[in-house]
C-alpha cells in the first residue's frame, strides 16, 4: 500500500528486520527517513507487472497473505537473507558484481550525485535529515562532480564567446575574453565586463570604436 504506480512514487514507512532468528516489522530510524520518493517508468512497468502477477495468484489461491512486494509465491513475507540471496543470484546471472542490498543504495546516491543532481535532493532520496549528512557519506565523489561544474561553466562561457563573436567581430570578443580572464597583463573587472558584453549582446548592434576602446 505504499506505492502508488499511478504518480510514480513509493512511501518509506516501515521496515523488516531479523531480530533474535525472528523477522519483525520496524519503521525508519528518523523522522526524514519516512518520505516519499519517485520512481523512474522502469520500475513503475516492472511493480506494475509484478502487481498483476500476485493478483493472478491470489485468484487462483482464492486469498494472498500479505501486501508486502517482495512475497513468495503463495504469497507470504520474505525474509531479509533469502531475499538477499535472491539478489545475488540475480547479480551474478546478469554479470555485474555481487554486492548487499545496502550498497546498491550507496551505488544509486553515488550515481546520482555524479550524474549532478542536486545535493539536497539527493539528501532526500536517501532519508538524510541534513545534507551534511550526505555530504560527509559522499564526500569523495564530490571532486569529480566539481570537475563536472567547472566544464559546464566553461562550456557555457565559450559558447557566449562564439555568440558575440558573431555578432560583434573576433577581434572585439578576442580582447573582452583575454581581458576577463586576466591574460592582458592588465587588472581586469571580470562583472563589468560581462555586463558591458550583454548590453552591447541584448542592443543587437555593433559596438562602436569608443565601446570597443572602453572594452
Request: glycine letters at 8%.
Amino acid at each position: 500500500q505504499d506505492g502508488d504506480l499511478g504518480l510514480g512514487t513509493v512511501t518509506v514507512e516501515q521496515s523488516r528486520v531479523r531480530v533474535d532468528h525472528r523477522v519483525v516489522g520496524s519503521t525508519p530510524k528518523t523522522r526524514a527517513g519516512r518520505r516519499t520518493v519517485s520512481i523512474d517508468p522502469t520500475t513503475v512497468t516492472l511493480l506494475a507487472q509484478l502487481r498483476n502477477a500476485q493478483e493472478a495468484t491470489a485468484d487462483l489461491l482464492g486469498r494472498w497473505g500479505t501486501d508486502l512486494v517482495a512475497a513468495s509465491a503463495p504469497g507470504q513475507p520474505l525474509a531479509p537473507p533469502w531475499l538477499l540471496d535472491q539478489w545475488k543470484r540475480a547479480a551474478r546471472a546478469a554479470g555485474v558484481p555481487v554486492i548487499t542490498l545496502h550498497q546498491g543504495r550507496h551505488t544509486a546516491l553515488t550515481q546520482a550525485l555524479q550524474n549532478q543532481v542536486p545535493l539536497h535532493v539527493v539528501a532526500g532520496r536517501a532519508g538524510h535529515a541534513q545534507a551534511s549528512t550526505t555530504v560527509n557519506l559522499y564526500a569523495h565523489y564530490l571532486p569529480l562532480a566539481d570537475r563536472q561544474a567547472a566544464d559546464l561553466v566553461g562550456a557555457h562561457f565559450d559558447a557566449q564567446v562564439r555568440q558575440a563573436a558573431a555578432l560583434f567581430g573576433s577581434r572585439l570578443v578576442a580582447r573582452q575574453a583575454r581581458a576577463a580572464r586576466g591574460l592582458d597583463g592588465r587588472r581586469a573587472n571580470p562583472l563589468s565586463l560581462w555586463e558591458k558584453w550583454c548590453r552591447l549582446r541584448d542592443s543587437n548592434t555593433r559596438p562602436s570604436l569608443y565601446e570597443c576602446d572602453a572594452l
